[in-house]
């Protein structure tokens, strides 16, 4: 379905709902980490008015969004890039702004990369502390979003566990107890959540397996959550080629990694890589498919000409 059509759909089913009184249910995300689509409500009053504007700027819009598509790396994300740049569009048009769910590292990555090529749009992730790799991402025109938005709230699941500890299992079946779809949540026992579903999460949750439990909304700052361990390797090799240095930070043979990029296992900063000569710098990340991350630290060049590279691994 184009962009055209599914703005049309999407009008056609709110005046029908409107006309036949129907409520419509927001799903409830939750825990760890909350992913929620943003709702927002539209005057009706004149419905064609309404439709002609939309119509116009999805056809406006169209050319632009599959000419930013063109550039994502990972064509099995192109359709969920494209809800966000349609998203951002609209939000600069109507000079509001929009929030997307919890995106995964690779999603945000690419979306971030198509909306730089936006005119007058500005787009910033949040997800609620340091180094959160899961984010919503927040956009709107440059002269509206300047800030980050309260995108994030955080809550405390508290409960007798002495005898009976809970495992992973037992929060994530709780949670969807509570009607929550299973892609929009992680499992912890801190929550965080988009703000405008606090309240019936503190109100649907009251066990965790079969403990009582009870939830308090807390502060961003009071999050307890553990930064991720790491170790330090260093090597010295002739080029600065993904190849070359992600296998020795891998322990993997060079012939073996060059299958891995073969077969698109292998991302930079969540790109899938496609060449071997690709080129590292500082701050780049190397994901590799069964082995983890590996990020590069500090480079220098040796008396000899040679790169001697800090690497930082994730274990």
């Not at 984010?135 to 979003?145: A, E, F, N, Q």
């Not at 992680?186 to 405008?196: D, H, K, R, T, Y």
């Not at 296992?265 to 496609?274: F, K, P």
Request: a positive charge.
């Amino acid at each position: 379905m184009n962009v055209l059509s599914r703005v049309n759909s999407i009008v056609a089913t709110m005046l029908n709902g409107q006309k036949r009184g129907v409520s419509h249910t927001i799903p409830h995300p939750t825990l760890c980490f909350l992913h929620c689509p943003t709702f927002r409500s539209f005057s009706l009053s004149s419905p064609s008015s309404t439709i002609s504007e939309i119509c116009q700027v999805a056809q406006a819009t169209k050319n632009e969004v599959d000419l930013l598509l063109k550039g994502v790396s990972d064509r099995s994300l192109v359709e969920e890039i494209k809800h966000i740049v349609e998203m951002a569009t609209r939000s600069s048009l109507r000079r509001e702004v929009l929030h997307t769910d919890f995106l995964t590292p690779p999603v945000l990555n690419e979306a971030m990369v198509a909306l730089k090529k936006l005119a007058d749009v500005n787009a910033i992730p949040n997800g609620g502390y340091p180094e959160a790799e899961r984010c919503r991402l927040s956009v709107g025109h440059s002269d509206i979003l300047k800030t980050v938005p309260n995108t994030v709230a955080a809550l405390s699941i508290t409960g007798n566990f002495g005898y009976q500890p809970p495992t992973h299992g037992d929060f994530l079946g709780s949670i969807l107890g509570t009607g929550i779809a299973r892609e929009k949540l992680e499992s912890g026992a801190q929550v965080l959540i988009v703000p405008e579903l606090v309240d019936y999460v503190i109100s649907s949750l009251d066990k965790v397996g079969k403990v009582p439990v009870s939830c308090t909304l807390i502060p961003l700052e009071a999050l307890e959550y553990e930064p991720p361990r790491t170790k330090t390797l260093k090597t010295v090799e002739s080029s600065l080629r993904v190849d070359a240095i992600a296998s020795a930070g891998f322990k993997i043979s060079r012939s073996k990694f060059a299958d891995m990029i073969s077969k698109g296992d292998v991302r930079i900063n969540w790109s899938t890589v496609t060449k071997n000569g690709a080129t590292l710098k500082t701050g780049d990340i190397i994901s590799v498919s069964g082995s983890g991350r590996l990020k590069i630290g500090e480079i220098y060049t040796t008396k000899k000409g040679k790169y001697a590279v800090e690497l930082i691994r994730y274990i």
